[in-house]
C-alpha cells in the first residue's frame, strides 16, 4: 500500500495523550493501519486573514508540486526505457525510500527556514517547483528530439523492403557505376513471384542486360533484386515492373550520402549516450528535491487548518496513517467515532455521499484535518 493518510486532531491534555488515543483505537486491537507522528515544527501563525488566503493558495500549490513529482517520476521511467524495474530505485528522498522519508519526515531548516513567514515559506517552495518545471521542459525536449531523431534513422533502417533504407544492403560492387548509358535498378519482388522475375524481367523493356540480375537480400516477404538497363529504358520498366506487380525502388549508388548517413547516426547515438547519464543524474536530484517539497506543503496545509479548525494556542497532533488496505472503511468509521465530537456537521458529509447542490472540491471533509498522500507516482506497474 502507498497510500497515506495524513490526519491531525487537538492536543487533550498533551499531544501525547491524543497519540495514544489514535494508537489504542487503530492497532492496538484491530489493525487498522500503522502509524507515525508526523513531526511539524512551531512554525509563526501570522494573522487569521493570512491563513485563510494561504489556505486556498497552499491548495493550488499542492496540486502543482505533486504535478511536477510526477511528470518528473514518469520522465524517469521514459527515459530508462528498457529498465523500467530500475525506476522505483531511482525514485527518492535525500536518499531513502519514499515511504521511510515520509514515515521519519523531518522538516528541513535550511531549505525552509521557520523563522520565515509561512507565505514566504510556500513562495520559496513555489519557486523551486516552477525552476525543476521549466528545466524538465527544457531538458525532456532536446533529449526527446535527439531520440526521435535516432529513432526515425533506425526507422529507415528496419521495416520492409518496400520503404527502409537500403544504404546497408547495397555494396559497390552489385552496381555498374559511372557508364554513360547502362544503369543498375534495384527491385523488390515478393517471394512467391521469384520465378515470374527471373522468367519476364529481361523482356520487361528493351534494353535488359540479359542475365544481370543477382538476389542481393531477403525479408519475410520479399527479396531485393538488382537488375542493369540502358538509361533510356528506366522509365518503360518501372512501368511494366509495376504491372507485374515488382516495386522498383528509387535509390541511387552515392557513396558520400551513405558515409553521410551512418556518421549522422553514430553522432546521434553517442550523443545520446552522452546525455543519458547526466539527465538521469539531473532527475534523480530534482525528483527528490520536488518531493521533499511536496511533502513540506502537506505539513504547512496540515499547520494552516489545524490552526483555523482548532483555534490558538497551536496545540494539535500531527499523525501519518498508513491504512491496511481490507480495512479502509473500518478505519475511517473508527475515526469518525473518536473525532466526530469536533465538528458535528462534519459527520454526516462522506464524499462517498452524493448530496445534490453540495461540492466539495473533491477533497472528502472529515471533522478532523485530512489530506491523502499517495507515492505511487506512476502510470504503471513496476
Request: charged fraction near 25%.
Amino acid at each position: 500500500m502507498t497510500e497515506f493518510w495524513l490526519i491531525s486532531a487537538p492536543g487533550e491534555k498533551t499531544c501525547q495523550q491524543t497519540w495514544d488515543k489514535l494508537m489504542v483505537a487503530t492497532t492496538r486491537t484491530n489493525n487498522l493501519s500503522v502509524n507515525n507522528k508526523f513531526n511539524i515544527p512551531d512554525l509563526k501563525v501570522g494573522t487569521l486573514d493570512v491563513l485563510v488566503g494561504l489556505s486556498d493558495e497552499l491548495a493550488k500549490l499542492d496540486t502543482f508540486v505533486e504535478s511536477v513529482v510526477r511528470k518528473v517520476a514518469q520522465y524517469m521511467a521514459d527515459v530508462l526505457e528498457d529498465s523500467r524495474d530500475k525506476v522505483q530505485e531511482n525514485l527518492l528522498a535525500n536518499g531513502v525510500d519514499l515511504v521511510t522519508y515520509i514515515t521519519r519526515f523531518q522538516w528541513d531548516m535550511a531549505k525552509y527556514p521557520i523563522k520565515q513567514s509561512l507565505k514566504n515559506i510556500s513562495e520559496i517552495i513555489s519557486k523551486q517547483a516552477s525552476q525543476i518545471d521549466n528545466d524538465l521542459k527544457a531538458r525532456a525536449s532536446a533529449y526527446n528530439n535527439l531520440k526521435g531523431n535516432l529513432q526515425n534513422l533506425e526507422r529507415k533502417n528496419a521495416g520492409s523492403l518496400l520503404t527502409r533504407s537500403l544504404a546497408d544492403i547495397a555494396k559497390k560492387e552489385d552496381f555498374v557505376l559511372d557508364s554513360e548509358y547502362l544503369i543498375t535498378m534495384l527491385v523488390v519482388v515478393p517471394k512467391t513471384g521469384y520465378g515470374d522475375w527471373q522468367k519476364t524481367y529481361e523482356t520487361l523493356s528493351e534494353m535488359v542486360v540479359p542475365r544481370s540480375t543477382k538476389l542481393l537480400f531477403e525479408d519475410h516477404d520479399s527479396g531485393l533484386f538488382s537488375v542493369t538497363l540502358f538509361r533510356k529504358a528506366i522509365d518503360d520498366f518501372k512501368h511494366k515492373a509495376r504491372e507485374n506487380k515488382f516495386t522498383v525502388r528509387d535509390f541511387q549508388y552515392n557513396e558520400e550520402e551513405m558515409k553521410a548517413d551512418k556518421e549522422e547516426m553514430t553522432r546521434l547515438s553517442t550523443d545520446k549516450k552522452k546525455q543519458f547519464g547526466p539527465l538521469v543524474r539531473w532527475l534523480k536530484v530534482n525528483f527528490s528535491e520536488a518531493f521533499i517539497a511536496w511533502i513540506h506543503i502537506k505539513a504547512l496545509r496540515v499547520f494552516v487548518e489545524s490552526v483555523l479548525r482548532y483555534g490558538l494556542p497551536v496545540n494539535f497532533q500531527a499523525m501519518l496513517l498508513q491504512p491496511n488496505k481490507k480495512n479502509m472503511k473500518k478505519l475511517r468509521e473508527v475515526l469518525n467515532e473518536l473525532y466526530k465530537h469536533l465538528d458535528s456537521s462534519a459527520a454526516i458529509i462522506d464524499a462517498a455521499m452524493d448530496i445534490p447542490g453540495l461540492n466539495l472540491s473533491q477533497q472528502e471533509y472529515y471533522p478532523y484535518v485530512y489530506y491523502k498522500l499517495d507515492c505511487n507516482l506512476l502510470d504503471f506497474k513496476v
